[in-house]
């Protein structure tokens, strides 16, 4: 939903990227092995720890990558429980284990430690590092970690550095760095030897499903707000700057019954320009399979046509800073009058990794168009299972992303009507542009088919359930 330069946009992923491609740290002066450490989460309070870790193979040899294991140690302030993800790695965070051991003999500064291991066959080749290994830990709890009392952290690390304080064992053999006990004085020497332990990345599966035929009066209908909606107003982009507002959506009647609508109206100038966006106010979505019914407009309802407006349906989660690795956000944008310098009308599908605003704005994501006209009623779907994200028009599959384009953490279902800045018609004459919702599914289960999607809003409708929520709010991570 932010500025794009589509040109620039490459649907290569890093999927396909081996070990044998990963570039030596040439200057490494240490032999054997080393890690390098920096952190996301810079902060003494945070809500979880966030060690990024690089393993480098200064020796003149191959080494096994199951042969290592690395230790990130830490106080854990509390008697609960900590649980390890994996948000993104060059290896494939599917071949990484995360361990949280609790030590036998204690520091200040370390009680715990997390023990991440490798499986699978690749090894680091003489002179080659692993690449990012974007880690997570944080309180089952998801109360705040205090970060200024564990061993590893070092806040001021913000690019990659040899760190002695996160360890690496060889086949269980100190290979680089201090631990915070000596081995071999009621340290810690050997394999993991308590709980908790979770997969490497994927939070507990869930089930639930949303259903919403949006049979409402307006935004101002109390059950809008009690069912888990928010229509937007005010400050803010993308598009026209600060020109968001409630009453840029209503409920009229259409295909036979209540939709929602989102109205786009401007006469080129800000003041005269509304925007409409609907968001979940619950960010509790993230696996499982997205759908929903939509009918787009070529042209204004009345007024002068020829607007870059974009009609989208999305699901986005916020970025905490520039380049924040657990952003998400999976789009379809319809621009039937083009826009961003290519021309219209066109669908876009598009699977974001992250972006950063400054000093210049870059956006890390894959995407895709169709290039028809879709005017009038459309199913929309998009599976989001097992690594793959998989967007459906009408049925028919029209993009897939896999690797680090692949949803990081729960998100929210959106709706937005907008105009990309700069790009509307030269024209005083107002004019608007409506976008309708009939309804908006999710399940929380797993891969829907559209088919089974549409025969699944069949039986709600035969039900009478012109809404339903039983997708529970710790969804996710
Ligand atoms: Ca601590
Ligand atoms: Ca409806």
Not at 325 to 331: A, V
Request: one cysteine or more; proline letters at 6%.
């Amino acid at each position: 939903m932010r500025k794009k330069t589509l040109a620039a946009v490459l649907a290569a992923t890093l999927t396909g990227l081996g070990l044998t491609a990963l570039t030596a740290t040439a200057s490494s002066a240490a032999t054997g092995v080393h890690v390098q450490y920096r952190t996301t989460m810079t902060g003494a309070s945070a809500y979880e720890i966030e060690p990024w870790l690089n393993v480098v193979n200064g020796s003149s040899a191959s080494i096994p990558l199951s042969q290592l294991t690395l230790r990130y140690y830490f106080t854990a302030d509390t008697a609960g429980s900590y649980t390890f993800a994996c948000a993104w790695a060059v290896v494939g965070c599917g071949n990484l284990t995360g361990t949280v051991v609790t030590m036998p003999t204690t520091t200040g500064t370390a009680d715990h430690y997390l023990q991440l291991g490798f499986t699978g066959s690749g090894s680091l080749a003489a002179g080659a590092s692993t690449g990012d290994l974007q880690l997570r830990l944080y309180r089952s709890d998801w109360q705040n970690v205090n970060q200024a009392n564990d061993y590893s952290f070092n806040g001021s690390l913000t690019s990659y550095a040899d760190s002695t304080k996160v360890t690496a064992y060889r086949s269980g053999s100190l290979a680089w760095g201090t631990p915070p006990v000596p081995d071999g004085t009621g340290g810690p020497t050997g394999g993991p030897s308590s709980s908790p332990t979770t997969g490497p990345t994927s939070p507990p599966p869930s089930t639930g499903a949303l259903f919403d035929d949006f049979s409402y009066t307006s935004p101002n209908d109390a059950s809008f707000a009690a069912h888990g909606w928010s229509a937007r107003s005010g400050a803010g982009g993308p598009g026209i700057l600060d020109s968001w507002k409630t009453s840029a959506v209503t409920f009229p009647t259409a295909s036979g019954n209540t939709v929602m609508q989102l109205a786009a109206t401007t006469d080129g100038t800000n003041g005269g320009t509304t925007q409409a966006e609907v968001d979940t106010t619950a960010k509790k979505f993230f696996t499982g399979t997205y759908a929903a019914r939509v009918f787009f407009n070529d042209a204004p309802a009345s007024g002068p046509d020829g607007d870059s407006v974009n009609e989208t349906f999305y699901t986005i989660t916020p970025l905490r800073y520039d380049n924040d690795p657990l952003y998400s956000e999976l789009d379809f944008e319809y621009l039937p009058n083009g826009g961003w310098g290519d021309t219209g009308p066109k669908m876009y599908t598009t699977s974001w990794y992250t972006y950063q605003n400054n000093p210049t704005w870059v956006g890390d994501r894959v995407s895709s168009n169709v290039s028809e006209s879709l005017q009038g009623w459309h199913n929309l779907v998009i599976q989001v299972n097992n690594g793959t994200v998989a967007y459906f028009i009408d049925g028919t599959q029209v993009f897939t992303s896999t690797g680090k384009y692949y949803p990081r953490q729960s998100m929210t279902i959106d709706f937005n009507n907008w105009f990309i800045a700069g790009e509307t018609l030269g024209s005083a004459t107002p004019r608007t542009y409506n976008e309708q919702v009939d309804w908006v599914y999710y399940n929380a289960g797993g891969i829907v088919s559209p088919a089974t999607v549409q025969a699944q809003v069949n039986a709600y409708r035969a039900a009478h359930t012109t809404f339903t929520d039983t997708v529970p709010a710790n969804n996710g991570s």
